[in-house]
C-alpha cells in the first residue's frame, strides 16, 4: 500500500508541522518515507508544497508523479487547485476554505469554491473557526490533518495522535492536548461528510 | 546502538561528514545547503568534540580556512550553494593542486530550476576542470554513507572530494538507518603534510604537482569503475541501455516499479567510469542519458562511444534542456505513455514570494523612491538577498541584480560612465561577503555613489544565520575610507519617512561616495527573539 500526499499552502502556514507528526507516525510505523521539502525564496509569502509519499514498499522519487497523489492536504483553498494534475482521478481533496489574499489579483471566491466543487472527492472545512471552537487557535494545521485522517488509510488515527504527542511533547501537555483537540475536530467533521 | 532518523539529504549529509570524525565545518548559507551547517552547529558531538562550526564571512574565505585545516591534518568540510562555488573558485582550483592531507569534502549544493537561485550551473563541470572526484548521492542515506567515504577517500588519495547535492535531495527527508554516534570516528590530530612541496604553488612546484594530479586522476578513474557508488544492472531488452547519473536514477526507477527492463548504469562517483560506460554502449545501440542538472556526460559521450550509438538526452531533446527532473520527464523519455491526474484549473493566480509585512527593507524602499522620484534620471542598483524581492511591484526599486557585492561595484563604473545619481543597495551580509573591496575601490576613486546597506541584523534569506559585520558597518566603511559625516544611519520605520528622505537626498547631493546604513532587525528573527 502506498500514500501520496501533497501538503499545499502559503510559505509561513505551517504545512511543514503537518509533515513532520505525518512522518513520524509513518517512522513508528516501519513505513518507508520520502518527504520533499520548499524551503528558502518561496518561504516568504509564496505558494509553497510539500510532496510527502508513505509506502510499505522502498520509494524512489522525492516527487510524485503527475495523477500520483492520493490526497492534497491544503491550508489554502486557492492553493489546493494549483496541484490539481498531480491529483489522481479519484484522489480526496482536504482543504481549509479561509482564503489568504496577499496578493493583488486574487480570484473572486466563487471561481475557487466553484472549482473546488468540481472535484470528486473534496472535504472543504474552516479549519480556522474550528481551530478556534476548540480553544486552539493556532492549530488549523492540524484540524485539516484530522480531517485527513479519514482517508490516510495507511496510519490509523491513533498513530497519527501519536505522532502529534512526540512531535509536541517538549512544548507542554497544555499544547499536545490543544493540538490533539484540534485534530480530532477535523477527524470528526470529515468522517461525517 | 544503531538507529533510524528522519533526516534531509543535508543533514544526512552533516551526521556523515560528523561521523567521519570531523574536525571543521566552514560555510557561507546558501540554498539549498545552509541546512548542512545548521545540522552540525546543532549536534551534541560538534559541542562534545569542539568541531568548528561558526559561519565564515563568504565562500571564498570558507575554502581557505578548511584547506588550512586540512593542511594540518584534520578532516574539513566546506558548504554552499552552486554559486558560492564562483566566489571560491580560486581556492578550490587551487586545492587540487596543494591536494589534501586532512580529509577534505566541499559539498556543493546545485539548483536546477533555479528555486532560489540565479543560475542553474552544475558542479560537476567545475569539478571535472580542476580534477577532482565527485560523489554525487541519490539518496538520503547515500548521502550520510557517502560523506563518511568520501572523506576516507580524499585522505587515502590525497585529494579534495567534493558532494554534489542537488535541491531535491538536499530539501526531502527521508529514513537513515544505521546510525550510531558511538562509533563516531576519532578526529585526527594534527599533522602536517609529508610533501609539503606541493602546498606552494609556485610554477615549479605546480608544473610539477599538475603532472601527478594528472596521473592520480586516472587512478580516480579506475576507483570509479570498482566503487560500490556505482553498478552496471543487466536487463532483458537491449533496445536501450540508461545511464542514471545522482537523483535521476529515482526517477527512472519510480517508472519501473517491478525493475528496469532495460541495462543500467548509475553513476554516483565521479570521474566517470569510462570503463563501464563501454561495456553499455556494448550491449546497446541507443543511450539514455538521465543527469539532474547540465548534460555534462551527454556531452562527453560523444567523445567516448563508437560510432553508430545513439545518445539522448536533453542535449537531443529527449528530456527537456533546463529544469529539474522529475519522473514524468524522465517517463516521457522511456517512451512510456504519458500519466494523468485531474484536469489543471485556471483558477490559481500566481503566488510569488514576497517581503514579510514589517520588514525593514520594506519601508527603506518606500522612502528611496520617494527621494528617486525626483531623479528621473538615476538608477539603483541592488544585490542578492531577501531585498532583491523590492524589484517585484509594488516596489519596484531598482535595475540590476547579479551577484553578490555587484550592487556598490556596478553603481561605481556606471557613475564612472556617467550616471548620476548611482544608488547602490546591499544587505548587511551580502555587504561583508563581496561588497567591502568594492567599497574600497569606490572611496579610492573618490567615485560619486551613495551605497544603502538595509542592515537586518543578520542572513535573512537563508533563515536568519549571523552576519558577519553585526554591530561594526559603520567602523568597516569608516576604516575603508569613507567620511564619518558621509557615514549616516537610519531606522526604517514609517514614522521616519520624513526624516529618512532627507538623509537620502542630501546623501544623493553629495558629490562623493557616502554610505547610509538603515538598520532594523529582521521581523522573523525579532519574532523568534521575542518567543525566547
Same mark, same amino acid.
Given at each position: 500500500?502506498?500514500?501520496?500526499?501533497?501538503?499545499?499552502?502559503?510559505?509561513?502556514?505551517?504545512?511543514?508541522?503537518?509533515?513532520?507528526? $505525518?512522518?513520524?507516525?509513518?517512522?513508528?510505523?516501519?513505513?518507508?518515507?520520502?518527504?520533499?521539502?520548499?524551503?528558502?525564496?518561496?518561504?516568504?509569502?509564496?505558494?509553497?508544497?510539500?510532496?510527502?509519499?508513505?509506502?510499505?514498499?522502498? *520509494?524512489?522519487?522525492?516527487?510524485?508523479?503527475?495523477?500520483?497523489?492520493? $490526497?492534497?492536504?491544503? =491550508?489554502?483553498? =486557492?492553493?489546493?487547485?494549483?496541484?490539481?494534475?498531480?491529483?489522481?482521478?479519484?484522489?480526496?481533496? *482536504?482543504?481549509?476554505?479561509?482564503?489568504?489574499?496577499?496578493?493583488?489579483?486574487?480570484?473572486?471566491?466563487?471561481?475557487?469554491?466553484?472549482?473546488?466543487?468540481?472535484?470528486?472527492?473534496?472535504?472543504?472545512?474552516?479549519?480556522?473557526?474550528?481551530?478556534?471552537?476548540?480553544?486552539?487557535?493556532?492549530?488549523?494545521?492540524?484540524?485539516?490533518?484530522?480531517?485527513?485522517?479519514?482517508?490516510?488509510?495507511?496510519?490509523?488515527?491513533?498513530?497519527?495522535?501519536?505522532?502529534?504527542?512526540? *512531535?509536541?511533547?517538549?512544548?507542554?501537555?497544555?499544547?499536545?492536548?490543544?493540538?490533539?483537540?484540534?485534530?480530532?475536530?477535523?477527524?470528526?467533521?470529515?468522517?461525517?461528510? | 546502538?544503531?538507529?533510524?532518523?528522519?533526516?534531509?539529504?543535508?543533514?544526512?549529509?552533516?551526521?556523515?561528514?560528523?561521523?567521519? %570524525?570531523?574536525? %571543521?565545518?566552514?560555510?557561507?548559507?546558501?540554498?539549498?545547503?545552509?541546512?548542512?551547517?545548521?545540522?552540525?552547529?546543532?549536534?551534541?558531538?560538534?559541542?562534545?568534540?569542539?568541531?568548528?562550526?561558526?559561519?565564515?564571512?563568504?565562500?571564498?574565505?570558507?575554502?581557505?580556512?578548511?584547506?588550512?585545516?586540512? !593542511?594540518?591534518?584534520?578532516?574539513?568540510?566546506?558548504?554552499?550553494?552552486?554559486?558560492?562555488?564562483?566566489?571560491?573558485?580560486?581556492? !578550490?582550483?587551487?586545492?587540487?593542486?596543494?591536494?589534501?592531507?586532512?580529509?577534505?569534502?566541499?559539498?556543493?549544493?546545485?539548483?536546477?530550476?533555479?528555486?532560489?537561485?540565479?543560475?542553474?550551473?552544475?558542479?560537476?563541470?567545475?569539478?571535472?576542470? @580542476?580534477?577532482?572526484?565527485?560523489?554525487?548521492?541519490?539518496?538520503?542515506?547515500?548521502?550520510?554513507?557517502? @560523506?563518511?567515504?568520501? !572523506?576516507?577517500?580524499?585522505?587515502?588519495?590525497?585529494?579534495?572530494?567534493?558532494?554534489?547535492?542537488?535541491?531535491?535531495?538536499?530539501?526531502?527527508?527521508?529514513?537513515?538507518?544505521?546510525?550510531?554516534?558511538?562509533?563516531?570516528?576519532?578526529?585526527?590530530?594534527?599533522?602536517?603534510?609529508?610533501?609539503?612541496?606541493?602546498?606552494?604553488?609556485?610554477?615549479?612546484?605546480?608544473?610539477?604537482?599538475?603532472?601527478?594530479?594528472?596521473?592520480?586522476?586516472?587512478?580516480?578513474?579506475?576507483?570509479?569503475?570498482?566503487?560500490?557508488?556505482?553498478?552496471?544492472?543487466?536487463?532483458?531488452?537491449?533496445?536501450?541501455?540508461?545511464?542514471? /547519473?545522482?537523483?535521476?536514477?529515482?526517477?527512472?526507477?519510480?517508472?519501473?516499479?517491478?525493475?528496469?527492463?532495460?541495462?543500467?548504469?548509475?553513476?554516483?562517483?565521479?570521474? !566517470?567510469?569510462?570503463?563501464?560506460?563501454?561495456?553499455?554502449?556494448?550491449?546497446?545501440?541507443?543511450?539514455?542519458?538521465?543527469?539532474?542538472?547540465?548534460?555534462?556526460?551527454?556531452?562527453?559521450?560523444?567523445?567516448?562511444?563508437?560510432?553508430?550509438?545513439?545518445?539522448? %538526452?536533453?542535449?537531443?531533446?529527449?528530456?527537456?534542456?533546463?529544469?529539474?527532473?522529475?519522473?514524468?520527464?524522465?517517463?516521457?523519455?522511456?517512451?512510456?505513455?504519458?500519466?494523468?491526474? #485531474?484536469?489543471?484549473?485556471?483558477?490559481?493566480?500566481?503566488?510569488?514570494?514576497?517581503?514579510?509585512?514589517? #520588514?525593514?527593507?520594506?519601508?527603506?524602499?518606500?522612502?528611496?523612491?520617494?527621494?528617486?522620484?525626483?531623479?528621473?534620471? %538615476?538608477?539603483?542598483?541592488?544585490?542578492?538577498? /531577501?531585498?532583491?524581492?523590492?524589484?517585484?511591484?509594488?516596489?519596484?526599486?531598482?535595475?540590476?541584480?547579479?551577484?553578490?557585492?555587484?550592487?556598490?561595484?556596478?553603481?561605481?563604473?556606471? @557613475?564612472?560612465?556617467?550616471?548620476?545619481?548611482?544608488?547602490?543597495?546591499?544587505?548587511?551580509?551580502?555587504?561583508?561577503?563581496?561588497?567591502?573591496?568594492?567599497?574600497?575601490?569606490?572611496?579610492?576613486?573618490?567615485?560619486?555613489?551613495?551605497? /544603502?546597506?538595509?542592515?537586518?541584523?543578520?542572513?535573512?534569506?537563508?533563515?536568519?544565520?549571523?552576519? @558577519?559585520?553585526?554591530?561594526?558597518?559603520?567602523?568597516?566603511?569608516?576604516?575603508?575610507?569613507?567620511?564619518?559625516?558621509?557615514?549616516?544611519?537610519?531606522?526604517?520605520?514609517?514614522?521616519?519617512?520624513?526624516?529618512?528622505?532627507?538623509?537620502?537626498?542630501?546623501?544623493?547631493?553629495?558629490?562623493?561616495?557616502?554610505?547610509?546604513?538603515?538598520?532594523?532587525? #529582521?521581523?522573523?528573527?525579532?519574532?523568534?527573539?521575542?518567543?525566547?
Amino acid at each position: 500500500m502506498k500514500r501520496d500526499i501533497i501538503l499545499a499552502g502559503v510559505g509561513g502556514q505551517g504545512i511543514l508541522s503537518i509533515a513532520t507528526v $505525518i512522518g513520524s507516525a509513518a517512522l513508528e510505523q516501519n513505513l518507508s518515507l520520502k518527504q520533499a521539502e520548499v524551503h528558502g525564496m518561496s518561504q516568504r509569502g509564496g505558494d509553497v508544497q510539500s510532496h510527502l509519499r508513505l509506502s510499505d514498499a522502498p *520509494i524512489h522519487s522525492d516527487l510524485i508523479p503527475l495523477g500520483g497523489a492520493d $490526497i492534497i492536504i491544503s =491550508m489554502e483553498p =486557492m492553493e489546493a487547485l494549483r496541484y490539481l494534475p498531480f491529483l489522481a482521478k479519484d484522489g480526496w481533496i *482536504i482543504t481549509n476554505t479561509v482564503p489568504l489574499k496577499n496578493i493583488p489579483n486574487y480570484p473572486e471566491m466563487e471561481e475557487v469554491e466553484k472549482a473546488l466543487a468540481k472535484v470528486k472527492n473534496l472535504v472543504a472545512l474552516d479549519a480556522e473557526a474550528m481551530a478556534k471552537a476548540v480553544q486552539s487557535p493556532r492549530s488549523a494545521n492540524m484540524v485539516l490533518l484530522g480531517a485527513s485522517a479519514a482517508v490516510m488509510k495507511i496510519l490509523e488515527p491513533e498513530k497519527l495522535r501519536d505522532g502529534i504527542r512526540r *512531535i509536541f511533547a517538549r512544548k507542554g501537555d497544555a499544547i499536545v492536548d490543544a493540538n490533539l483537540k484540534a485534530f480530532d475536530a477535523g477527524l470528526e467533521f470529515s468522517r461525517k461528510q | 546502538m544503531s538507529q533510524k532518523q528522519l533526516l534531509l539529504g543535508d543533514e544526512a549529509l552533516a551526521l556523515g561528514a560528523l561521523h567521519a %570524525g570531523l574536525s %571543521g565545518v566552514y560555510a557561507y548559507p546558501g540554498t539549498p545547503s545552509t541546512e548542512i551547517t545548521e545540522y552540525i552547529q546543532g549536534h551534541p558531538l560538534t559541542a562534545e568534540r569542539g568541531v568548528h562550526c561558526r559561519w565564515s564571512v563568504n565562500e571564498k574565505t570558507a575554502m581557505e580556512e578548511a584547506l588550512g585545516m586540512s !593542511f594540518a591534518g584534520k578532516r574539513s568540510l566546506v558548504c554552499f550553494k552552486h554559486v558560492g562555488l564562483n566566489v571560491c573558485a580560486d581556492p !578550490f582550483m587551487g586545492s587540487a593542486v596543494t591536494g589534501a592531507n586532512g580529509g577534505l569534502v566541499i559539498a556543493s549544493c546545485d539548483d536546477p530550476s533555479m528555486h532560489s537561485s540565479q543560475n542553474e550551473q552544475d558542479s560537476r563541470f567545475y569539478a571535472s576542470f @580542476a580534477l577532482i572526484p565527485v560523489f554525487e548521492p541519490s539518496s538520503q542515506q547515500e548521502a550520510y554513507e557517502m @560523506a563518511r567515504e568520501a !572523506f576516507d577517500y580524499s585522505e587515502s588519495r590525497g585529494i579534495p572530494v567534493m558532494m554534489r547535492l542537488t535541491t531535491r535531495l538536499s530539501h526531502s527527508r527521508s529514513i537513515v538507518e544505521g546510525i550510531d554516534n558511538s562509533a563516531a570516528r576519532t578526529p585526527n590530530e594534527m599533522h602536517f603534510p609529508a610533501n609539503e612541496v606541493q602546498w606552494c604553488t609556485l610554477p615549479v612546484n605546480a608544473r610539477k604537482r599538475y603532472r601527478q594530479l594528472i596521473k592520480d586522476y586516472a587512478g580516480f578513474e579506475e576507483d570509479a569503475v570498482k566503487s560500490r557508488f556505482n553498478s552496471l544492472t543487466e536487463g532483458p531488452d537491449k533496445s536501450l541501455g540508461v545511464i542514471a /547519473c545522482g537523483i535521476a536514477y529515482n526517477y527512472l526507477m519510480e517508472n519501473f516499479p517491478d525493475g528496469c527492463p532495460f541495462p543500467v548504469l548509475k553513476i554516483s562517483q565521479y570521474p !566517470f567510469p569510462k570503463e563501464l560506460i563501454l561495456k553499455l554502449a556494448g550491449m546497446c545501440k541507443r543511450i539514455l542519458v538521465l543527469e539532474e542538472g547540465q548534460p555534462l556526460l551527454e556531452e562527453r559521450l560523444r567523445g567516448i562511444l563508437p560510432h553508430g550509438v545513439e545518445i539522448l %538526452g536533453r542535449l537531443s531533446g529527449a528530456l527537456p534542456r533546463t529544469g529539474e527532473l522529475s519522473p514524468d520527464p524522465v517517463r516521457k523519455a522511456l517512451g512510456l505513455p504519458e500519466r494523468e491526474g #485531474c484536469a489543471p484549473s485556471e483558477v490559481p493566480a500566481p503566488r510569488p514570494p514576497a517581503l514579510c509585512q514589517g #520588514c525593514g527593507h520594506r519601508d527603506f524602499f518606500t522612502a528611496l523612491n520617494a527621494v528617486m522620484k525626483n531623479y528621473p534620471k %538615476g538608477k539603483v542598483f541592488s544585490d542578492i538577498g /531577501c531585498y532583491t524581492l523590492g524589484w517585484l511591484p509594488p516596489f519596484e526599486s531598482f535595475t540590476t541584480c547579479v551577484e553578490m557585492g555587484a550592487s556598490v561595484t556596478m553603481a561605481q563604473g556606471s @557613475a564612472f560612465s556617467g550616471l548620476y545619481p548611482a544608488v547602490a543597495v546591499i544587505g548587511d551580509s551580502t555587504f561583508t561577503h563581496s561588497g567591502m573591496t568594492g567599497l574600497l575601490d569606490a572611496v579610492n576613486e573618490k567615485s560619486d555613489i551613495l551605497v /544603502c546597506i538595509s542592515d537586518n541584523l543578520t542572513t535573512g534569506m537563508t533563515g536568519g544565520q549571523d552576519s @558577519a559585520g553585526t554591530g561594526r558597518l559603520e567602523a568597516i566603511c569608516e576604516g575603508l575610507g569613507v567620511p564619518k559625516e558621509h557615514i549616516r544611519t537610519i531606522v526604517p520605520l514609517p514614522v521616519n519617512y520624513p526624516e529618512m528622505e532627507r538623509v537620502i537626498r542630501e546623501e544623493i547631493e553629495y558629490h562623493g561616495v557616502s554610505v547610509i546604513i538603515s538598520r532594523r532587525e #529582521c521581523i522573523q528573527t525579532a519574532k523568534r527573539h521575542a518567543k525566547k
